[in-house]
């Protein structure tokens, strides 16, 4: 799909499976000679698709406390549905626009990435979602992991992946399930790479454009005026949301509140004689957050350190919303059993409960998630406890 604006503007809209997309993206650029080729990704993106092996051992410890985890998210959610049908239609997953780059370094033309930041995207809607619509695309996250079945890959048409490339598609499913977030995911997004293309073209005249074909028509809307672009801005485009006051924040640092309101109450009513009542309060607190962690950690089948790790660090993180106690749990994990990206991308590939705890990634998560689950449980249990001992 070539659709042409101006004279100094080509739009090539490809699937990102199809090896026609592929002859397509290389016949254009040699019959539009353009100054700039531009194509649908970000740094990072452009990184992990020139860089695939490099990526694939990057270690997951490389990407702890940033906004990468985000990008990994996508990443392999796209490569996850990109790959099988790859492997069904014979082309590798980003090939037109592993051509597009290739072939202007060929010519040594320019290269511009013109998509925003995937991570940037992705936090800016799980920002605006509600409870239901994280919970909902969690789930489909999960489902897309375990990949097509070949009744499903037969279902598929490729010519009409040439009217949604894949990135849109899964763009439009989030738009679907979550609402409110399809004006972050679809256009917002078309704006910032109609805007990019612009910049490009002032800066170097010819532009030839390869991106996902169901950008298209909303992009080629922006370029041709019918969407002006006067009004954006790239920086704000390019900002996360300011963090909100949420429910569960609330009841979070509610706990600490009244757990230490007990303790001081006892200090002031009674004097030296609370102070049996305090240890005792403090040691079943102790026990029973540490304990419940460390059984979550366990039944994760986590390493003998980490499963300690989260008896010491629960009964603390659960008096401090900031942390939690499988973060620490996690930490120990990774210490000694360090997951690699590739082991993230053979999610889909897992058939049983063993492939399950062998997968060095989805082991992590669930020492990380049953830790954390087992002092919430450990929180429930203990608070109307120590009421009791306090006050009973």
């Known amino acids: 799909m070539k659709i042409k604006i101006g004279n100094n503007i080509l739009l090539v809209g ?6 026609d997309s592929v002859d397509e993206v290389r016949s254009a650029i040699n019959e539009f000679k353009p100054n700039v080729v531009a194509v649908e990704l970000c ?60 072939e202007a370094k060929k010519q040594n033309l ?37 990949g097509y079945d070949e009744e499903e890959l037969e279902e598929i048409d490729l010519k009409e992946l040439m009217k949604e490339d ?55 809307e922006h370029l041709e005026g019918e ?30 509140v009244l757990f230490f309101s007990l303790i001081l ?18 040691l079943w607190w102790f026990l029973i957050n540490g304990s419940l962690s460390a059984l979550g950690a366990l039944l994760a089948r986590g390493h003998p350190l980490s499963i300690i790790t989260a008896f010491l660090a629960a009964p603390f993180t659960s008096l401090n919303p900031a942390v939690a106690a499988g973060w620490f749990a996690g930490i120990v994990e990774l210490k000694f059993r360090t997951p690699k990206i590739k082991d993230f991308q053979k999610l889909r590939e897992i058939k049983s409960l063993r492939d399950f705890f062998n997968n060095s990634f989805t082991r992590l998560l669930m020492v990380v998630a049953f830790a ?4 919430t449980i450990g929180t429930v249990i203990a608070i109307p406890y120590i009421l009791k001992l306090g006050l009973g």
């Open 14 to 19: 490809t699937a990102h499976i199809s090896k």
């Open 43 to 102: 740094k990072r993106r452009y990184q992990t698709l020139l860089e695939k092996e490099k990526w694939e051992n990057t270690p997951i410890t490389s990407f702890l406390q940033t906004d990468k985890a985000f990008l990994i998210l996508a990443q392999t959610f796209l490569a996850s549905i990109q790959k099988k049908l790859g492997e069904e239609f014979g082309s590798e997953p980003g090939s037109e626009m592993l051509t597009a780059i290739e």
């Open 265 to 282: 109450y006892l200090i002031i009513t009674r004097g030296p004689a609370a102070l049996a009542d305090i240890g005792n309060i403090f």
């Open 227 to 256: 969407k002006p672009l006067d009004d954006v801005d790239i920086r704000e485009l390019e900002q996360l949301p300011k963090k909100r006051i949420s429910v569960a924040k609330v009841f979070a640092y509610s706990i600490p």
């Open 110 to 146: 320019k290269i511009e990435l013109v998509d925003r930041d995937i991570s940037v995207t992705l936090r800016r809607a799980w920002k605006k979602m509600g409870i239901r619509e994280k919970i909902r695309l969690i789930w489909e996250f999960i489902k897309a992991m375990v």
């Open 372 to 375: 954390n689950i087992g002092s």
């Open 166 to 220: 894949v990135m849109s598609a899964m763009m439009k499913e989030f738009s679907e399930f979550a609402p409110s977030v399809s004006h972050v995911l679809i256009d917002e997004r078309n704006k910032y790479i109609a805007k990019k293309i612009l910049d490009a073209k002032e800066k170097h005249g010819k532009v030839l454009v390869v991106v996902g074909a169901g950008h298209v028509k909303g992009i080629k």
